[in-house]
């Protein structure tokens, strides 16, 4: 049975968020998410992977082999990084120095040949395409608000060197929150990674629980739960 298109999407965001929930992904979530433009680019180049190796899984799933299904979803992977990381390093050469050689371990992400054998191997192209995009904007999302949290500690600013991403038209985006901030150091060190994502886990978790919680409602002498 197919899953809905609404549970595909709140799967993707929050529900089994890659970042949040699966916790894959890890070593270049934690590496790079220094500031909001080095989360971001990563992020988005991780998204359209997603999204075009779940659409080529999905639409060769009934001509390739049990026996050599990994291996194929490997190639098909591994070309779509390849492709990405010979495009950001022709047009953001600089975001692409930056982020090194977390653009080409791509492939080595588990989420995204995890999803390949999980579900676009299972379902129609559609639904294994809205899969592969709304992962990658969960983990784009929890790239960004971690790369945000730490810059904002770290250098007292949001969105800096967002020319790196957008070019000339960006530099003055700079937002500078603290002016004269000297800078938190453990906020950009690698245990800040590690602690910035713990607080953001705990905040979704809370937020979970209140949902989860059932209303009460009083009709008269009746308690009703909803």
Known sequence: MFKRYSGITSDGLWHNNIGFVQLLGLCPLLAVSSTVINGLGLGLATMLILFASNLSVSAIRNLVR????????????????????????????????????????????????????????RTSIDRAALDGLMMGIGFTVVLVLLGGMREALGQGT?????????????????????????????????????????????????????????????????????
């Open 66 to 121: 049990q026996e050599i299904r990994i291996p194929a979803f490997m190639l098909i992977i591994a070309s779509f990084v390849t492709a990405i990381d010979l495009a950001m390093n022709a047009w953001l050469y600089d975001l692409h120095k930056i982020l090194g050689i977390f653009i080409p371990l791509i492939v080595t992400n588990c989420a995204i040949l995890g999803r390949a054998e999980a579900f676009a191997s």
């Open 158 to 226: 949001l969105l800096a060197n967002s020319h790196l991403m957008f070019g000339s038209i960006a530099q003055d985006w700079t937002i500078v929150l603290i002016e004269e901030y000297r800078g938190f150091l453990l906020a950009i060190l690698p245990p800040g990674a590690f602690i910035g994502l713990g607080l953001l886990i705990v905040v979704k978790n809370i937020i979970d629980e209140k949902l989860a919680k059932p209303v009460t409602v009083m009709i008269g002498d009746a308690v009703k739960q909803h």
